[in-house]
């Protein structure tokens, strides 16, 4: 991210896919970058199956505003997610899906990027749970919004208990960035 740049990140899908703990570590990272952070949550009304997002803004300046306007990264993953937010995301903003739960639209956003994500945790895991993870690295890869330092120490402090797991998942992320074509961060 260049100096003096705000960057306005959202990342939404269904409570339970851990898209808020993504949000959480990723403004950790940018506060381990000594950098300017604000991070909300919402919630829709149920627990496990309801909308979950988390607006991260970091900048090298004051952050007169804590949400996300227009996303300039936008990551969904969940259908309703993606119909609601896509059209809110800055203009030229990117936007990144996870193809297991979300069928993009032809023309609804100029950059329109799949992650992978749930289908690679399944095969690496066993399991979706890690595919927040591999969410935040790729996206970290593909914005260069926090250092790769800083998100690492933010992960082990948040979740030490499945520190190598959450690792893993991050390579893992970054890995399918670089896969993808993009210019890593």
Do not use: C
């Not at 506060?31 to 970091?58: E, F, H, K, L, P």
């Not at 994500?117 to 935040?136: C, D, H, M, P």
């Not at 690492?152 to 992320?173: D, Q, W």
């Amino acid at each position: 991210m260049s100096a003096g740049k705000t960057m306005q990140i959202r990342i939404a899908g269904e409570a339970g896919q851990g898209v808020i703990l993504a949000g959480v570590i990723l403004a950790q990272a940018a506060m381990n970058d000594a950098r300017q952070v604000a991070q909300s949550a919402r919630y829709g009304a149920a627990m496990r199956g309801g909308d979950a997002t988390v607006d991260v803004v970091i900048s090298d300046e004051p952050i007169d505003y804590p949400h996300v306007e227009a996303a300039d990264h936008l990551v969904v993953m969940s259908q309703p997610t993606y119909e609601a937010l896509v059209p809110k995301r800055a203009e030229g903003g990117s936007v990144y899906y996870d193809p297991f739960f979300v069928a993009p639209r032809d023309g609804f956003a100029e950059r329109q990027i799949p992650i992978e994500a749930t289908e690679a945790a399944i095969q690496r895991f066993g399991k979706a749970t890690a595919a927040n993870q591999i969410v935040l690295g790729f996206l970290n890869a593909a914005s260069g919004a926090v250092s790769w330092e800083s998100l690492v120490a933010a992960i082990e402090a948040e979740s030490p208990k499945f520190r190598a797991t959450n690792l893993e998942a991050l390579e893992l992320g970054r890995a399918l960035a670089v896969k993808a074509g993009l210019e890593v961060r």
